[in-house]
């Protein structure tokens, strides 16, 4: 009787060599760059898009990003003073927390954040993130952008999506073929944690409010050794 394909043993030591293998290289990468470039970034991401950070990239193809495990990228900095690879770097591991990463380049400060000041990129928001503004839909008929615009520029939403609507709890109906609401409709107030429904809603009618940005939080430099912590911007 031949052997179910189903029934694997997994060696968990393989597993195990594979994972330590990957961690080697990423320690191995980040000390070689330090070597390397002349400033080594500590940046952080705001609403993560694996495309937009290709983009980013590809801008600098001529550096080094690396996007990973904090822990190891902060062991390679080095964590204390007696471990650090090269002198401060220890002080740039406390930055490593969150969804950050480190870029290696020497191109000039300034106009890495000339570059990354001037970086958004609009995408829908996904489930589990905080709703930036309020989204309602105006009573009557149901057009395509929701009261986004002016009635005489909009649409009215295809038919076909009315049993969609329904199913999301948007208590829709179809009147002489187009799709009416009683009732104003509020999908979800800002700061509300938004849901998968409600993310859906919000693409349904092209309510973009997720800001993918990067923000440079610090950097070391090899000439000086020294850290220079970066403030945000205050918003106006």
Sequence with gaps: MPKSKRARVVHLTQVDKKGKELTLKLFANVRECLDQYQYCFVFS???????????????????????????????????????????NTAQLSKYL?????????????????????????TDFARAGTQATRAFKIPAGIVYSMGGEIAAEQDVPMAHSLEPEL???????????????????????????????RQTRL???????????????????????????????????
């Design 166 to 196: 329904r199913k999301l709890n948007v208590p829709t109906t179809l009147t002489k073929g187009k799709i009416t609401l009683e009732n104003e409709y509020t999908v979800c107030k800002e700061g509300d944690t938004l849901d998968s």
């Design 45 to 87: 991401v705001e609403n993560m898009r694996n495309t937009y950070l290709k983009d980013v990239r590809s801008e600098f193809s001529d550096s080094r990003i690396f996007f990973g495990k904090t822990k190891v990228m902060a062991k390679a900095l080095g964590t204390t003073v007696e471990d650090e690879y090269q002198p």
């Design 202 to 236: 919000l693409k349904l009618f092209g309510v973009a409010t997720a800001d993918f940005t990067v923000q440079l939080v610090a950097y070391w430099s090899a000439a000086t050794n020294e850290i220079t912590e970066i403030e945000t911007p205050e918003e106006d």
């Design 97 to 121: 927390l969150g969804n950050v990463g480190l870029l290696f380049t020497s191109r000039e400060p300034a106009s890495i954040q000339e570059y990354f000041s001037g970086l958004a990129k």
